[in-house]
């Protein structure tokens, strides 16, 4: 036996020497390969000296096991409930086999590449700048500049790599190279109130109230067409909910696209609707050089939106903003580096940098899902999971365009496939559609109902296979469809997308000095997140640790608490979508948050 033992151990050690044998003059073979992407055409060659970004993704070693913590730590039934893990437990659950790393390093320095490396914490990520000349020498393929036909934005970019063989298991991802994703902010709407209109937050408040639905609680009659803060507190029972300051507890907002979040617009905000909130204000983390100008005319909609209503709802909990840079229409003919990566993996390699990232943080940004390539998306979502693993709430908004973006149109790229078939397809939102995400609809009125001015982002991922914390609501809810419903069209085997909801549409926002009327999906993931921040405070003062990464909570013990919405539909790509049902829906998840009742469960002696 032993000996047998003892010749497996040194069959397996020369196989992984082997690996890591230098690759120099090894064949190639293409590890990527996409179709021209709809709506974008090839212009020209890209310059030889245009500086890209490149980044490596190493293999992950131990993925699967930290997936099992994350779920274990997550799941209010396991007796490891809360017991999230260290920075330096993660790292090293994803740090790469050393074979991977000293067969990137050597193939890396026969090209001379030894300094200037940039490294993630967990080493599973090596950042380098290149010229697109020594790009296309390193993976064997030409760079062109594309251009978006609809938008006229240009991307550096090519429909396929290739790497040595060697190499195939030691890299599971390189970009820029096939992604095309036009990454954009959800909002929708935007309207501004007249400058005469001098009536304050608290003027409208004062009149009669309604009944939100099935909750019973009531609402002020405003409510159902101008949304404040108040509105939220009345409509999701947290009426008089003031969190501590406590500096354990903390709220974080996301920005991008030159998103600049204004203070002085903040001020005016808490002034209207917060006035307790006055004076105070976020923490600013600029991720890559991103900026957060405070001239009142660069003020961003999505960004004052967001900061407004996460950090009103749960003022005064520390709260942080991260402005990302990067941005399209990008430049292809500058000298300077233009990093056109997809950014969340920017930001998530500074957040996982960080010691004491928030305990919720919220997006309202997102691309379809097929323009991001399956090898890149997996590695991000798998960024967002050791985050939940380390007790991290994540937020994101699940887009405005119901099922998918306008009519089925082979012209434009909407609702057509871009794996060669041209089908007609429902095109589900990333990173919405990462299982490691709370993914967030939209409602709009009272009683709501789901939001019709635009629609609700939803469906099923094509990339990501439903996980089986909402395996019986989703069942549940295609066991209702008629047989047949929509075959083709998705993917009935897909992460069902949102988990919940929340109001989106008429929020009140300050905007570069003026009051503004904002909507979409993008008001509903921070509006989710402040109250996040709320049940974390009650968390904190019965001695428990955050909530984490919350889909397995909120699909078993937690789900009954939730307003289940059961009017509506989310239209798009021609068709009226899905229905909202009882029950889990593909247009508002399990539905808006009741606090109270919520705050209950979580704070129970059976909720370690
Ligand atoms: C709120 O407005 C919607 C239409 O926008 C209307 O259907 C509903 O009846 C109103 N709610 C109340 C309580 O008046
Ligand atoms: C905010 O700060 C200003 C200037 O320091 C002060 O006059 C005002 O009283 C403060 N307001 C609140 C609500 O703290
Ligand atoms: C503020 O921004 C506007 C619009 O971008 C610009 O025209 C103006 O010059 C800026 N003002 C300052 C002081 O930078
Ligand atoms: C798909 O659409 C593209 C662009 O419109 C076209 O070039 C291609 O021939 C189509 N392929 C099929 C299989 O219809
Ligand atoms: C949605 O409801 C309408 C009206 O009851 C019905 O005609 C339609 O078939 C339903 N659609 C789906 C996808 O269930």
Known sequence: MRIFAKLITT???AASSSLAAPSKGCAYK???EINPPRGWTKHASAPADHLISLRFGLPQENFRTLEKHLYEVSDPAH????????K??????????PDSLSAVNNWLAGFNLKEDLNRSPAKDWVTIKVPVSLAEKMLDTKYYIWRHTESGDELVRTTSYSLPIDLHDHIEVVQPTTIFGRFRPAKSTISFIEDGDTVSASDLSNAEKIVAGESGVTVDASCNTTITVTCLKQLYNAVGVVPSGDSRNSIGVTGYLEQFANIQDLQSFFADQVPAAVNSTFKFESVVGGLNTQNLSQAGDEA?????????ISNPVPATFFSTAGRPPFNPDVRTTTNTNEPYSDWLDFILKQENPPHVISTSYGDDEQTVPQSFANRVCAGFAQLGARGVTLTFSSGDNGVGDGDANPATQKCITNDGRNATRFIPLFPAGCPFVTSVGGTASVPEVAVSRFFSGG????YFARPLYQEVAVSQYLASLPKGTYAGLFNPHGRGIPDVAAQSDRFRIFLGGRIASIGGTSAASPTFAGFVALLND???????????FLNPLIYSIGASTFNDITVGHNSGCGTTGF??????????GLGTLNFEKLKDVITSPFVL
Do not use: C, M
């Open 88 to 97: 330096e437990e993660v790292e090293a659950l994803v740090t790469p086999h």
């Open 30 to 32: 293409v590890k990527e």
């Open 11 to 13: 069959l397996l050690l």
């Open 304 to 312: 004052n939106l967001d900061v407004q209503f996460a950090f009103g």
């Open 538 to 548: 009650a968390r904190i003062k019965a001695h428990k640790p955050p909530l984490g």
């Open 79 to 86: 007796s490891r409930y809360g017991q999230h893990l260290s």
């Open 579 to 588: 229905n909202v049902t009882k029950g889990w829906d593909p247009v508002t």
């Open 459 to 462: 469906g099923f991922s094509d």
